[in-house]
C-alpha cells in the first residue's frame, strides 16, 4: 500500500504541493518495470539509486552505464518520470497556468542578506531555479556565496530554510574564516554553522562533473536545501585551451548545466552558480564585460545578475529573467558579508 492510499486520498500531502520528498526519495530504482540486478547495479555505479535519481539523469548518460541503446534508456527514464507523476511529485504533461500560478506562488526564497539584493530578486534566491552572479574580480560574487552559507540556515521567519548548503568549490576562494566571521556578526553561532556546511574542491572540470553525479544523494542524506558551485565555468575555461576545443568544452559544459537546472527542479533546491567575464574588444561604447561561457550559461541559468565595484559600494543589475525588471541596486560588504549601503552614501551616489 503506498502512503496516498493509506490517507485515503490519491496524493500525497506531508509537504507543500503535495510533496512527500522523504517518501519519493526512498523508491529505490528496481522498483520499476525493466531493472534487474545487473543494471540496478551499473546504475548504483553511477550515482542513481533511486527513481528521482533516475528522473534527473539524461537518456545518454543512462545507456552509458547500462551499455544498452538509448532507446532502452529513454525507456527507463520515461518509466521514472511517469512514476513520479503518478505519485504527484511531478506534474502532468499538460496542466492549467492556474495551477502553475498557485504553486508559483508556493516558491521558497533564501534572503541574501542584503534587503536591495532581495528586493531586485524579488524576495531573495528562489528554490527550483539556477541563479547565476556574474562579474570581475572583487564584484562580491564570493561573498554573496558565502553570506548565503550563513542565511540559509536561519529560520524560516528569518529568510532561510533551516537546512544545510553543498559548497563546490572550483577557485579554492572558500574561507571557513569568512563564514564564521559572518556568523558572528549577524548573531548565529559560528561552529553550528560551519557544521552544516558540505565543501566539496573540484579538482578538474572531471571532478566537478564527479562531484554533480553524486549531488542527489548528498542532498537526500543531508536534507540541502542550497547548492553553490563557485565558479561553474573556471575548470573548462582552463583545460580547453584554443578554438579546436571550443566545441568539446560547450558540450561537456552545456550537459553541466543542464543536469544543475534539473537538479534544482526535480530535488526542490536552490542552486547559485558564479561565473567570470571576459573583455569584447570590438566593444567601442559600453561596458566591453560579458560573461563566459557563451550562450549555453547565459540560456540555461534561470536568473542572471551582473555585479560590478562602483566605488566602496557594489551595484547588481538583473541582466535576464522570466519576469523580474532589468534594473540596478546597490549592495555593501562588511564583517556581515552582503549588507546594505547607508542612506547618506545612497544619497551621495545619486547625487
Known amino acids: ?25 526512498n523508491i529505490e530504482i528496481d522498483e520499476l518495470d525493466g531493472i534487474g540486478p545487473a543494471t540496478k547495479a551499473k546504475l548504483n555505479d553511477i550515482g542513481i539509486t533511486t527513481v528521482l535519481d533516475l528522473a534527473v539523469k539524461s537518456p545518454s548518460e ?7 541503446d538509448l532507446s532502452r534508456a529513454t525507456e527507463l527514464c520515461n518509466k521514472a518520470r511517469a512514476k513520479l507523476v503518478e505519485l504527484k511529485y511531478f506534474d502532468e504533461d499538460f496542466v492549467s497556468a492556474t495551477e502553475i500560478y498557485k504553486r508559483r506562488k508556493a516558491i521558497e526564497r533564501i534572503t541574501t542578506g542584503s534587503k536591495n539584493l532581495d528586493d531586485l530578486l524579488a524576495g531573495g534566491i528562489e528554490t527550483q531555479a539556477v541563479t547565476e552572479f556574474y562579474g570581475e574580480f572583487g564584484s562580491g560574487k564570493t561573498q554573496i556565496c558565502h553570506t548565503l ?4 540556515q536561519l529560520p524560516k521567519d528569518k529568510g532561510g530554510l533551516s537546512s ?31 557544521e552544516g556546511i558540505i565543501v566539496a574542491k573540484a ?7 564527479l562531484i554533480l553525479a553524486e549531488l542527489g544523494s548528498q542532498i537526500r542524506k ?18 580547453f585551451l584554443g ?8 558540450q561537456r559544459l552545456n550537459k553541466f548545466m543542464h543536469t544543475l537546472v534539473r537538479t534544482a527542479e526535480v530535488y526542490n533546491v536552490a542552486v547559485v552558480v558564479t561565473n567570470q567575464v571576459q573583455s569584447s574588444p570590438d566593444t567601442f561604447f559600453g561596458d566591453p564585460t560579458k560573461a563566459t561561457g557563451g550562450h549555453v550559461v547565459a540560456h540555461t541559468s534561470t536568473y542572471r545578475i551582473y555585479l560590478r565595484k562602483s566605488g566602496k559600494n557594489r551595484v547588481a543589475r538583473m541582466v535576464d529573467s522570466p519576469y523580474h525588471a532589468e534594473r540596478e541596486i546597490v549592495f555593501f560588504l562588511n564583517e556581515k558579508g552582503v549588507d546594505d549601503p547607508s542612506e547618506d552614501a545612497v544619497s551621495r551616489r545619486r547625487n
Open 1 to 25: 500500500m503506498t502512503k496516498a492510499e493509506a490517507d485515503g486520498e490519491g496524493e500525497i500531502s506531508d509537504l507543500p504541493e503535495h510533496k512527500s520528498e522523504v517518501f519519493v526519495a
Open 62 to 68: 543512462v545507456a552509458d552505464a547500462v551499455g544498452s
Open 243 to 250: 578554438r579546436g576545443t571550443l566545441s568539446e568544452r560547450q
Open 203 to 209: 579538482f578538474n572540470s572531471s571532478h566537478q562533473e
Open 149 to 152: 552559507c550563513v542565511t540559509s
Open 222 to 239: 543531508s536534507g540541502v536545501r542550497l547548492v553553490i558551485v563557485d565558479s561553474a565555468v573556471a575548470h573548462y575555461r582552463a583545460e
Open 164 to 194: 544545510r548548503v553543498v559548497y563546490v568549490d572550483t577557485e579554492n576562494t572558500f574561507r571557513p574564516e569568512r563564514i564564521a566571521e559572518i556568523a558572528h556578526s549577524r548573531g548565529q553561532h559560528s561552529d553550528t554553522i560551519l
